[in-house]
T-cell receptor
Framework: AQTVTQSQPEMSVQEAETVTLSCTYD???????LFWYKQPPSRQMILVIR????KQQNATENRFSVNFQKAAKSFSLKISDSQLGDAAMYFC????????????WGAGTKLIIKP | EAGVAQSPRYKIIEKRQSVAFWCNPI?????LYWYQQILGQGPKLLIQ????????DSQLPKDRFSAERLKGVDSTLKIQPAKLEDSAVYLC??????????????FGEGSWLTVV
């Protein structure tokens, strides 16, 4: 069975600085998708960025980018120029490319932005 | 494009009472999910529908929870009778079925339940 591990329960960063959130996963599959979701205090789960396993190029969305290391089964999220609005819980998730399309979630990392 | 709609946003009930949550997925999304998220934890899948059929309900406590998606669009999640440990946010989500961007799951704002 697939598992997702986020080893950092909490991270803090100074506003305007860069922070990296870690995520590792375990799978025997070769075709899958990886996601980072942000959950602010409102509790809505908001998609930040996604990565297809078959793509070697790391995904980027404005200030958010990932470092996808398929062989190492690592999928870290880098947030550049951190802003106060980035404060939230960040969840890493894995989704198999098989027919059920269910998400496997990490435990989350709480990101604190210091003004 | 309208997102996933959920209601009510907040509900407080006494234990042993019943409650129902409603979800309207993104138009055209065949797959609908209900997740339970207890404070401090990641979401736990309760049930997954594809159109109006159940794909997975292995983690749904069927003695008290039920869900339906009669016409393959809107869905209702019911809890009866509620227990204190059911206090959580209930997240509805939807996705297309297929490749490409269809593999992204989009979430609603959630329904907060407090059982007292």
């Amino acid at each position: 069975a697939q598992t997702v591990t986020q080893s950092q329960p909490e991270m803090s960063v100074q506003e305007a600085e860069t922070v990296t959130l870690s995520c590792t996963y375990d799978t025997s599959e070769s075709d899958y998708y990886l996601f980072w979701y942000k959950q602010p205090p409102s509790r809505q789960m908001i998609l930040v960025i996604r990565q297809e396993a078959y793509k070697q190029q790391n995904a980027t969305e404005n200030r958010f980018s990932v470092n996808f290391q398929k062989a190492a089964k690592s999928f870290s999220l880098k947030i550049s120029d951190s802003q106060l609005g980035d404060a939230a819980m960040y969840f890493c998730a894995y989704r198999s490319a098989d027919s059920n399309y269910q998400l496997i979630w990490g435990a989350g990392t709480k990101l604190i932005i210091k003004p | 494009e309208a997102g996933v709609a959920q209601s009510p946003r907040y509900k407080i009930i006494e234990k042993r009472q019943s409650v129902a949550f409603w979800c309207n997925p993104i138009s055209g999304h065949a797959t609908l999910y209900w997740y339970q998220q207890i404070l401090g934890q990641g979401p736990k899948l309760l049930i997954q529908f594809q159109n109006n059929g159940v794909v997975d309900d292995s983690q749904l406590p069927k003695d008290r929870f039920s869900a339906e998606r009669l016409k393959g669009v809107d869905s209702t999640l019911k809890i009866q009778p509620a227990k204190l440990e059911d206090s959580a946010v209930y997240l509805c989500a939807s996705s297309l079925v297929g490749g490409g961007s269809g593999n992204t799951i989009y979430f609603g704002e959630g329904s907060w339940l407090t059982v007292v």
